[in-house]
C-alpha cells in the first residue's frame, strides 16, 4: 500500500529550482528537486562541496525565492522567512552583548511573548540543551559547543515547526563534535521536530539521519535517497554503520 502512514509531509518542494543572475551570466544552483520531508524526521543533505545545499536549505526557509517551482511548510507557500522556520549555523549569530538568556527568549521576545512566558519558555530549552547554570553568561565567556548549544536553544524557543540546520559543528573540534552529535539526537528524541540537516561529513550523516539525501553537483538534484534503521544512539565503528557509510560515499563520489 502506497504510503500508509500516520505521518504528515511538512516540507514538500516541487520542482524547485533557482538561479542567480552574476555578473558572468546565469548560474544554476538547484536543477529540479522534487523532495518531501515529514514530520518530525531527521533529514540529512548530503552533496559534494558548493553543490546547492545551502541554497536549498535557503530557498526552504524562504531566505531565497525560487526561480521556478514552490516550496510549502506545512502546507503554507514559503514566501519569505517566517518564525515557523528556525535556523542554526555554523557560526552561530549570536547577539554578543545579550546573555545567553537574552539570546535564547530574544525570539518570542521579539513577538510580544510576555516576559514570565519567555522566561519559563527560555529556561525550559536553556536545560533542555545542558545549559542551566549559564543563563547569565555572554557569549564570549562560552565555548564554540556552547554557543552551538545556545543557537539550538534559540532555535526550539520560537518553537517552529521546522529547523534547518547548516553545518552546525562544521567548526568545532572533532571531540566537540562527536559530542554535539551525541546531544543533538538526545535533545530532538526528548522534543521531536522536523531538522533538515547540511553536512559534507559522511560520519555525521549516518550518526544523525533517519534519512540521507544524496545530492548531485551543482546544479543540484536529488541524486538518491537512503533510510537509516540503525538503532540509536549509533555507533561509529558497527559493521552495518561502516557498510551504510561506504554505500553513501560512494553514490556521493559518483553524484554527478
Ligand atoms: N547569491 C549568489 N549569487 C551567485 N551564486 C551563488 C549565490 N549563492 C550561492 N551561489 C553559488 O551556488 C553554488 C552553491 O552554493 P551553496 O553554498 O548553496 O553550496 P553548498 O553545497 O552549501 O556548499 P558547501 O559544501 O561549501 O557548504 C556555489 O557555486 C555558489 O557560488
Given at each position: 500500500?502506497?504510503?500508509?502512514?500516520?505521518?504528515k509531509?511538512?516540507i514538500?518542494?516541487e520542482?524547485?529550482?533557482?538561479?542567480?543572475?552574476?555578473?558572468?551570466?546565469?548560474?544554476?544552483?538547484?536543477?529540479?528537486v522534487?523532495?518531501?520531508?515529514?514530520e518530525?524526521?531527521?533529514?540529512?543533505?548530503?552533496?559534494?562541496?558548493?553543490?546547492?545545499?545551502?541554497?536549498?536549505?535557503?530557498?526552504?526557509?524562504?531566505?531565497?525565492?525560487?526561480?521556478?517551482?514552490?516550496?510549502?511548510?506545512?502546507?503554507?507557500?514559503v514566501?519569505?522567512?517566517g518564525?515557523?522556520?528556525?535556523?542554526?549555523?555554523?557560526?552561530t549569530?549570536?547577539?554578543?552583548?545579550?546573555?545567553?538568556?537574552?539570546?535564547?527568549?530574544?525570539?518570542?521576545?521579539?513577538?510580544?511573548?510576555?516576559?514570565k512566558?519567555?522566561?519559563?519558555r527560555?529556561?525550559?530549552?536553556?536545560?533542555?540543551?545542558?545549559?542551566?547554570?549559564?543563563?547569565?553568561?555572554?557569549?564570549?565567556?562560552?565555548?564554540?559547543?556552547?554557543?552551538?548549544?545556545?543557537?539550538?536553544?534559540?532555535?526550539?524557543?520560537?518553537?517552529?515547526?521546522?529547523?534547518?540546520?547548516?553545518e552546525?559543528?562544521?567548526?568545532?573540534?572533532?571531540?566537540t563534535?562527536?559530542?554535539?552529535?551525541?546531544?543533538?539526537?538526545?535533545?530532538?528524541?526528548?522534543?521531536?521536530?522536523?531538522?533538515?540537516?547540511?553536512?559534507?561529513?559522511?560520519?555525521?550523516?549516518?550518526?544523525?539521519?533517519?534519512?540521507?539525501?544524496?545530492m548531485?553537483?551543482?546544479?543540484?538534484?536529488?541524486?538518491?535517497?537512503?533510510?537509516?534503521?540503525?538503532?540509536?544512539?549509533?555507533?561509529y565503528?558497527?559493521?552495518?554503520?561502516?557498510?551504510?557509510?561506504?554505500e553513501?560515499?560512494?553514490?556521493?563520489?559518483?553524484?554527478?
Amino acid at each position: 500500500m502506497e504510503r500508509e502512514r500516520q505521518v504528515k509531509d511538512v516540507i514538500v518542494c516541487e520542482n524547485l529550482q533557482k538561479s542567480f543572475e552574476t555578473e558572468r551570466g546565469k548560474v544554476d544552483v538547484i536543477g529540479n528537486v522534487n523532495l518531501k520531508i515529514t514530520e518530525n524526521e531527521l533529514v540529512v543533505l548530503f552533496g559534494p562541496g558548493q553543490c546547492g545545499k545551502t541554497t536549498l536549505i535557503n530557498c526552504m526557509a524562504g531566505l531565497e525565492t525560487a526561480t521556478a517551482g514552490q516550496v510549502t511548510v506545512g502546507g503554507k507557500k514559503v514566501e519569505g522567512p517566517g518564525p515557523d522556520r528556525g535556523v542554526v549555523y555554523q557560526t552561530t549569530a549570536l547577539f554578543p552583548w545579550l546573555t545567553v538568556m537574552g539570546n535564547v527568549e530574544y525570539g518570542p521576545k521579539s513577538q510580544g511573548v510576555p516576559k514570565k512566558e519567555r522566561r519559563e519558555r527560555a529556561m525550559h530549552y536553556i536545560k533542555l540543551v545542558g545549559l542551566e547554570g549559564f543563563e547569565n553568561a555572554l557569549p564570549a565567556k562560552l565555548s564554540g559547543g556552547m554557543q552551538q548549544r545556545v543557537g539550538i536553544a534559540r532555535a526550539y524557543c520560537n518553537e517552529p515547526v521546522v529547523m534547518f540546520m547548516d553545518e552546525p559543528f562544521g567548526h568545532l573540534d572533532a571531540q566537540t563534535r562527536y559530542l554535539m552529535q551525541e546531544e543533538l539526537v538526545r535533545i530532538w528524541e526528548q522534543e521531536k521536530r522536523t531538522v533538515v540537516f547540511v553536512t559534507n561529513n559522511i560520519e555525521e550523516a549516518v550518526y544523525l539521519a533517519d534519512r540521507i539525501v544524496v545530492m548531485t553537483n551543482c546544479p543540484t538534484t536529488v541524486k538518491q535517497e537512503f533510510t537509516i534503521d540503525l538503532p540509536r544512539p549509533r555507533n561509529y565503528v558497527d559493521p552495518e554503520f561502516l557498510r551504510l557509510r561506504e554505500e553513501i560515499s560512494a553514490v556521493v563520489d559518483k553524484a554527478q
